[in-house]
């Protein structure tokens, strides 16, 4: 099944406002000597949900080669992203595959989001080779079903091509990405991943990787290996 959906989350607060803004029109501020004045203030919360994470991933080594994260652009990057869902090693667990506008919508609904889910391509050596979601967890469905953290952010992956997998690509890059969210979110304690629990491969990537299997939950549409990377761990698994 594909990860649960972007465009909705458990949180109340981030009901409040769906453009990411927060209006109080009302506000009043009492001074020392006795006035009041009204005035209007508006908070913008977009670019904090992932502390602007995606602008700042340069080039990091790893063991396989130079990597990097690149988000998504839909006019550049739509006809990739959706021959890779329709590969049928990939679409019997992300369950994107057929025509190109469904992968698009899927994509579109991050983009135009509230900054809560970053969709990006995973750049090996200079080339294109995988497509990653970074979210904030404890902002997603997945906060329904499981225990969460404040500030867990969670990871999706496919790896695009049939040769790059099953030889060490895939535990290689999630410790690398792992590190890079940990890095740069101090507030974020924990990364996690729920892949199908039939994934053999998945899940013996993020084992590789420095992750710990937590547990089974039942999400909508499969069982999941909930499985965490602890900050407290990072250098010793």
């Known amino acids: 099944m594909p990860p649960t959906d972007v465009r909705t989350a458990p949180t109340e607060f981030l009901d409040l406002f769906t453009d990411g803004t927060v209006d109080f029109t009302d506000m009043t501020v009492e001074f020392t000597d006795g006035t009041i004045e009204s005035t209007a203030r508006t908070l913008d919360f977009t670019d904090d949900l992932l502390d602007g994470l995606h602008a700042s991933w340069e080039p990091v080594r790893t063991p396989v080669g130079t990597f990097q ?25 992300w369950e994107l595959a057929g025509p190109r506008h469904r992968t698009a919508e899927h994509l579109r609904a991050q983009l135009d989001g509230d900054g809560r889910s970053v969709p990006c391509l995973g750049v090996l050596d200079g080339t294109p080779m995988s497509y990653w979601e970074i979210y904030r967890a404890d902002l997603d469905p997945l906060a329904l079903h499981c225990p969460v953290l404040p500030h867990d952010t969670g990871i999706h992956l496919l790896l695009g091509a049939a040769g790059d997998r099953g030889r060490g690509l895939g535990s290689a890059l ?34 590789g990787a420095g992750f710990r299997y937590a547990a089974e939950v039942d999400l909508p549409g499969k069982r999941a290996a909930l499985m965490i990377r602890d900050r407290v761990l990072r250098d010793v698994l």
């Open 174 to 207: 999630l410790r690398a990405v792992a590190d890079l969210v940990l890095d740069r979110r101090p507030a974020c304690a924990r990364v996690v991943a729920e892949p199908d629990h039939r994934n053999t491969p998945s899940l013996a990537a993020f084992l």
């Open 69 to 93: 994260l690149v988000p998504v652009r839909l006019d550049r990057d739509l006809p990739l992203v959706h021959a890779w869902m329709n590969d049928p090693a990939v679409a019997e667990f």
